[in-house]
T-cell receptor, first 113, second 114 residues
Framework: GDSVTQMEGPVTLSEEAFLTINCTYTATGYPSLFWYVQYPGEGLQLLLKATKADDKGSNKGFEATYRKETTSFHLEKGSVQVSDSAVYFCALSEKGGSEKLVFGKGTKLTVNP | EPEVTQTPSHQVTQMGQEVILRCVPISNHLYFYWYRQILGQKVEFLVSFYNNEISEKSEIFDDQFSVERPDGSNFTLKIRSTKLEDSAMYFC????????????FGSGTQLSVL
């Protein structure tokens, strides 16, 4: 079945460092891809998404590009802030079929001042 | 921004007992979901609900589980006879006009089965 694999955490960075969180997927079709973020004490919220190959999703300085050839959707940010400390989840959804999101395990990011 | 609320935030129960987890989705949303995350594992889909009926369920969602939208605002997940392996964080979510377009999640109910 469909699956998502994220890099293992936790990830600890200093403020203004460059962030990459790797995400790869396996799917039978051409899924939509998502990054969700969970701040402490809150629910998951959509950070960005991409619905077709070569699309770039972006929000709050975060970016991810849908790479069909490498089945990847890596999350990047050029300069992280303490307020970016959260758990980040990569997910996919098959178009035109199942309604479910398939998630990765999540990667905990801590940014130190 | 509107939010999904879940109660309680923590629930402790004895094995074999029934539990009901409660959620209030965003008021004009049409699609409702339950997901769960066992500690250290992936967030897993349990069930989706649309137009007052289950539209999809996973193999986890067996006869011990049921969902209900009793009054047009609440959305509940019932586990009839809890097992140790039901211990997990349970997330409710809702979305607006299209399934999976953008899910809004609650902050979760941590269920501990002793």
């Amino acid at each position: 079945g469909d699956s998502v694999t994220q890099m293992e955490g936790p990830v600890t960075l200093s403020e203004e460092a460059f962030l990459t969180i790797n995400c790869t997927y396996t799917a039978t079709g051409y899924p939509s891809l998502f990054w969700y973020v969970q701040y402490p004490g809150e629910g998951l919220q959509l950070l960005l998404k991409a619905t077709k190959a070569d699309d770039k999703g972006s929000n709050k300085g975060f970016e991810a590009t849908y790479r069909k050839e490498t089945t990847s959707f890596h999350l990047e940010k050029g300069s992280v802030q303490v307020s970016d400390s959260a758990v980040y989840f990569c997910a996919l959804s098959e178009k035109g079929g199942s309604e479910k999101l398939v998630f990765g395990k999540g990667t905990k990011l801590t940014v130190n001042p | 921004e509107p939010e999904v609320t879940q109660t309680p935030s923590h629930q402790v129960t004895q094995m074999g007992q029934e539990v009901i987890l409660r959620c209030v989705p965003i008021s004009n949303h049409l699609y409702f979901y339950w997901y769960r995350q066992i500690l250290g594992q992936k967030v897993e889909f349990l069930v989706s609900f649309y137009n007052n009926e289950i539209s999809e369920k996973s193999e986890i969602f067996d006869d011990q589980f049921s969902v209900e939208r009793p009054d047009g605002s609440n959305f509940t997940l019932k586990i009839r006879s809890t097992k140790l392996e039901d211990s997990a964080m349970y997330f409710c979510a809702s979305s607006g006009y299209k399934a999976n377009e953008k899910l809004f999640f609650g902050s979760g109910t941590q269920l501990s089965v002793l």
